[in-house]
C-alpha cells in the first residue's frame, strides 16, 4: 500500500513547467516581503544600568520594543491607564521570566487625563535616590512615545460623531506627548551633560499626504479630507514638534553670552552647542495591525472590515510589516552612538530634532516640507499651538470632572430622600 500511494503522489505532481512557475512565485513573494520589510536594525547596544519611560508599551510595535530593550537588560517603565488591566499584569511577568530581567514595571498614567499625566510627571520629578543634600534626581536614559503610531479613523462608513471622536482622540495623544515632554524636561535637563538623553516619537507613515495643506497654528479638523490627510497632519505635527524641541534644548545647553560693549567693532560669538538630549522622529512604516487594520476598521471588530482584511491578507502580509519590523527604526534612533561617545567617522550618529524612517536620516518630501522643517517660526507656531490646545484640554477636564460631583452629590440625596405620604387610604401613593 504505501508503494502504491507514493507511485500515485508521484504521477499526480505537477508538470516541470507549472512547479517552475510556482516557485518563481514564490521567490517573487519572498523577495517583495523582504524589500517591504525595510532595512534590519543594523545596531546594538548594552542597556544594563539605563532607565527607559515606554509610553504605548502594549501596543503590537511597543511590545516589540518592550521585549528588545527586556532581553537587553534595561530598566523599563511602561506607562498604562489602569494598573489592574489584564494585559500588563500578564505581560510584565512573563517577560520577566523569560529575558531574566526583573527590572520591568507598570505605572499608571492615563494619557486622556491631563490631571493623570501631570500627577505621574510630578511622582517622577519627585522621585530621587539618596537624601538630604546627597539626593540625585531619578535617572531617565530615554523616551519613546509609542502611542502616537496606531492609525485612528475608518477609510469608510464612520459617522459624523464617529469622525469627531477620531478627531479628539487625535488630539489628545499628541497633547498627551506636548504634556509628557514638557514637564519632564526639568528632570532631563537636571542629568549630567555626559549621559546620553534619547526622546523618541513614533510616529505614522502618512506625514507626506498633509505637507500642501499644513497649518502650524490649527490642527486639520475638517470633516471633508480625508482619514489619511487627519492622519498626516497629526504625524507632520509631531515630526515638526521633535525639531523645535531639540532646538530649544540646544539653546538651553548653549552658554550665555557675556554683556559686550557696544562701542566694541567686532564682537565675539559664542557657537551654538548640540544638548545631550536628542529628540528625534521614527516612522516605521506600515504596519498591518497598526496602520492597516484600523484604516480597514478590522481592529474595531467590524464585519465588513473583518473580511476586507481577511480577502487581502496575502497582499497585506507582502508589502506590510509586522511588528517586529516596525520595531526596527525607533531601536536603531535608541541604539545609535553619539558624536561624543564614537569618534569612528564611518559610524552615523544620532541627529537630533531629524526624522528617522528605514534606520536612516529622511526628509518631508518636496521643497516646502523641507521649508517647514528649517523654518523656527512654524516650528514655535506648533508649539505654541498645543500650548493652547493643552490649556483648552485642562479646562474641558475640570468642567466634566465638575459635573460628575455635581452629579454624584444629586445620586445619594435623591436614594436617601424621605418616602412619599400616605395616600387618603393610607397606603403608600403609587408613582
Keep these: ?32 516581503q523582504a524589500w517591504a520589510s525595510g532595512r534590519s536594525n543594523p545596531r546594538d547596544r548594552d542597556m544594563h544600568g539605563r532607565t527607559v519611560l515606554l509610553v504605548g508599551g502594549f501596543t503590537p510595535t511597543g511590545l516589540t520594543i518592550l521585549t528588545q530593550l527586556a532581553q537587553r537588560g534595561a530598566q523599563v517603565v511602561a506607562i498604562t491607564p489602569k494598573l489592574a488591566d489584564p494585559l500588563p499584569q500578564l505581560i510584565i511577568p512573563a517577560l520577566r521570566s523569560t529575558s531574566g530581567n526583573e527590572l520591568l514595571f507598570t505605572e499608571e ?69 506636548f504634556m509628557m515632554s514638557t514637564l519632564l524636561l526639568p528632570l532631563l535637563l537636571r542629568a549630567p551633560p555626559e549621559r546620553d538623553v534619547r526622546i523618541i516619537n513614533v510616529v505614522n507613515p502618512y506625514y507626506a499626504a498633509a505637507v500642501a495643506t499644513f497649518d502650524p497654528t490649527t490642527p486639520l479638523t475638517m470633516k471633508t479630507v480625508s482619514v489619511s490627510q487627519l492622519e498626516g497632519d497629526r504625524s507632520l505635527r509631531s515630526i515638526v514638534f ?73 497582499l497585506i502580509f507582502i508589502f506590510a510589516k509586522s511588528a517586529t519590523a516596525s520595531a526596527h527604526t525607533p531601536l536603531y534612533t535608541l541604539f545609535m552612538p553619539t558624536a561624543m561617545r564614537s569618534r569612528q567617522e564611518n559610524v552615523p550618529k544620532i541627529q537630533g530634532g531629524h526624522l ?19 523654518e523656527e517660526s512654524i516650528g514655535r507656531a506648533v508649539w505654541e499651538s498645543y500650548e493652547k490646545g493643552l490649556e483648552a484640554w485642562k479646562k474641558r477636564e475640570e468642567e466634566e470632572l465638575k459635573d460628575l460631583a455635581v452629579e454624584s452629590k444629586k445620586k445619594p440625596s435623591e436614594a436617601t430622600s424621605p418616602p412619599p405620604p400616605p395616600g387618603p387610604s393610607g397606603k403608600m401613593k403609587q408613582t
Design 356 to 374: 528617522y524612517r528605514e534606520c536612516a536620516v529622511v526628509q518631508v518630501p518636496t521643497q516646502q516640507g523641507v521649508l517647514l522643517m528649517s
Design 109 to 177: 498614567c492615563d494619557l486622556r487625563s491631563p490631571a493623570s499625566i501631570q500627577a505621574f510627571c510630578n511622582l517622577l520629578i519627585k522621585a530621587s535616590n539618596g537624601t538630604g543634600a546627597n539626593s540625585e534626581p531619578p535617572r531617565l536614559d530615554a523616551i519613546i512615545f509609542a502611542h502616537e503610531y496606531t492609525h485612528i479613523g475608518t477609510a469608510y462608513g464612520a459617522s459624523a460623531s464617529a469622525r469627531a471622536k477620531d478627531v479628539e482622540e487625535r488630539e489628545q495623544r499628541s497633547l498627551a506627548t
Design 242 to 314: 521633535a525639531r523645535h524641541f531639540q532646538r530649544v534644548v540646544n539653546a538651553l545647553a548653549s552658554p550665555v553670552a557675556p554683556p559686550t560693549d557696544e562701542t566694541l567693532a567686532q564682537v565675539s560669538v559664542t557657537p551654538p552647542t548640540n544638548s545631550n538630549i536628542s529628540f528625534v522622529a521614527a516612522c516605521p512604516g506600515f504596519s498591518r495591525w497598526e496602520t492597516i487594520a484600523p484604516l480597514f476598521g478590522a481592529s474595531t471588530q467590524s464585519l465588513l472590515g473583518v473580511l476586507l482584511y481577511a480577502l487581502l491578507y496575502p
Design 1 to 32: 500500500m504505501p508503494i502504491h500511494l507514493v507511485a500515485e503522489v508521484i504521477a499526480n505532481l505537477p508538470s516541470n513547467t507549472n512547479l517552475l512557475y510556482t516557485f518563481a512565485g514564490l521567490a517573487v513573494a519572498i523577495c517583495l
